[in-house]
């Protein structure tokens, strides 16, 4: 499975920036994408993530009210909407897939949970 984030850039506080994530690759399914984020000389951390069955969203309190996550199900595409930015979501954001079902609960943020990841790709958030 291959993964390409697409969409970061410099953008001043108070804009926004959208990001988009593909899937591609054979024979596999998809359970949960999510989107993380590093900073650095920082732990990377939970952003957002999104159930494939039911569209379920999962936020990261720093992010919640000005991110939205969505998904295009036929281009097996994910999206990270990002509004209102702030200086301190300055990271590279990296975009993940949980391809493989899971015989028990593993939490939407946990990044265990995925088995595959992107590149990365960098936003800045200028003051």
């Known amino acids: 499975v291959q993964l390409q984030a697409f969409g970061g850039g410099l953008v001043q506080a108070g804009g926004s920036l959208r990001l988009s994530c593909a899937a591609s690759?054979?024979?596999?399914?998809?359970?949960?994408m999510g989107w993380f984020r590093q900073a650095p000389g920082k732990e990377r951390e939970f952003v957002a993530a999104?159930?494939?069955?039911?569209?379920?969203?999962y936020y990261a309190d720093s992010v919640k009210g000005r991110f939205a996550i969505f998904r295009d199900n036929a281009e097996n595409t994910v999206y990270l909407q990002m509004n209102s930015l702030k200086p301190e979501d300055t990271a590279v954001y990296y975009c993940?897939?949980?391809?493989?079902?899971?015989?028990?609960?593993?939490?939407?943020?946990?990044?265990?949970?995925?088995?595959?990841w992107g590149q990365g790709t960098q936003v800045t958030v200028s003051s």
């Open positions: 993940a897939i949980n391809s493989r079902k899971q015989a028990g609960y593993v939490a939407p943020s946990d990044y265990v949970l995925y088995d595959y």
């Open positions: 690759g054979r024979y596999f399914s998809t359970y949960v």
């Open positions: 999104i159930t494939w069955s039911d569209d379920s969203t």
